[in-house]
T-cell receptor, first 113, second 110 residues
Framework: AQSVTQPDIHITVSEGASLELRCNYS??????LFWYVQSPGQGLQLLLK??????LVQGIKGFEAEFKRSQSSFNLRKPSVHWSDAAEYFC???????????FGGGTRLMVKP | DADVTQTPRNRITKTGKRIMLECSQT?????MYWYRQDPGLGLRLIYY???????NKGEISDGYSVSRQAQAKFSLSLESAIPNQTALYFC?????????FGPGTRLLVL
C-alpha cells in the first residue's frame, strides 16, 4: 500500500539553527512528492514539489527538499530557521501528479528564541 | 480575495443534526476535494470530484455526502452528525498538479 511517513511528531529548534524534517514514502514507482506548511488557524500552503528531474528542489520561504530514491526519503531542510517558521509541516505523495494525495501525519515545529 | 473559500469557518452542532460545509473556488480548477484533519493522522480524503458530473468516495466517506453544484462549488454534508466527526475540514482544488487548500472549517459535534 502507498504510504507517507513522518517519523517526528514534534521538533524544537533554536532560531537561527538549521532544520531538517524527515519524510519517508512507500510507493511502487517514483511518486510525486510535496511539502505543505500549515500555520496556526490557516489552511495548507504548498512549499515545494518534486515531479522528476533534479533531486534537489527549491521552494518558497527558503526551504528545499532532496529526493533520495535509495532511502525512499524526501526530507525538508532550511539552513536558518526563523520564529515565523513555527507551524505544522506535512509531507504528501501521489502517483498521479498530485491528484490523489496521501499525507503523512505531520511534524509540528517549534522555534525557541 | 482568497482563491479557495470555506464557509462556515467554525461550527458547533449537536449529535443527530444535519450540517453542510461549503467550498467555493475562483481558480478555475476542475478537481475538488474534501479532507478531514485529526491530530497525528494528517489529512484523510473524504470525497473528491474531477468535474461537475464526477463524484468519488475517498478513504473515509462513511457518514458524509457531497454535492458538486458547479465547477466552482463543492459542498460536504453530514446527514446525522456524531461526536467523532469533530475535526478540522479542508477543501482543496487542483488542475492536474498540486492541490490548493482553503482555510478550513473547524467543526465541533456535541
Amino acid at each position: 500500500a502507498q504510504s507517507v511517513t513522518q517519523p517526528d511528531i514534534h521538533i524544537t529548534v533554536s532560531e537561527g539553527a538549521s532544520l531538517e524534517l524527515r519524510c519517508n514514502y512507500s510507493y511502487g514507482a517514483t511518486p510525486y512528492l510535496f511539502w505543505y506548511v500549515q500555520s496556526p488557524g490557516q489552511g495548507l500552503q504548498l512549499l515545494l514539489k518534486y515531479f522528476s528531474g533534479d533531486t534537489l528542489v527549491q521552494g518558497i520561504k527558503g526551504f528545499e527538499a532532496e529526493f533520495k530514491r535509495s532511502q525512499s526519503s524526501f526530507n525538508l531542510r532550511k539552513p536558518s530557521v526563523h520564529w515565523s517558521d513555527a507551524a505544522e509541516y506535512f509531507c504528501a505523495g501521489d502517483n498521479n501528479a498530485g491528484n490523489m494525495l496521501t499525507f503523512g501525519g505531520g511534524t509540528r515545529l517549534m522555534v525557541k528564541p | 480575495d482568497a482563491d479557495v473559500t470555506q464557509t462556515p469557518r467554525n461550527r458547533i452542532t449537536k449529535t443527530g443534526k444535519r450540517i453542510m460545509l461549503e467550498c467555493s473556488q475562483t481558480k478555475g480548477h476542475d478537481r475538488m476535494y474534501w479532507y478531514r484533519q485529526d491530530p497525528g493522522l494528517g489529512l484523510r480524503l473524504i470525497y473528491y470530484s474531477f468535474d461537475v458530473k464526477d463524484i468519488n468516495k475517498g478513504e473515509i466517506s462513511d457518514g458524509y455526502s457531497v454535492s458538486r453544484q458547479a465547477q466552482a462549488k463543492f459542498s460536504l454534508s453530514l446527514e446525522s452528525a456524531i461526536p467523532n466527526q469533530t475535526a478540522l475540514y479542508f477543501c482543496a482544488t487542483s488542475a492536474s498538479g498540486p492541490q490548493y487548500f482553503g482555510p478550513g472549517t473547524r467543526l465541533l459535534v456535541l
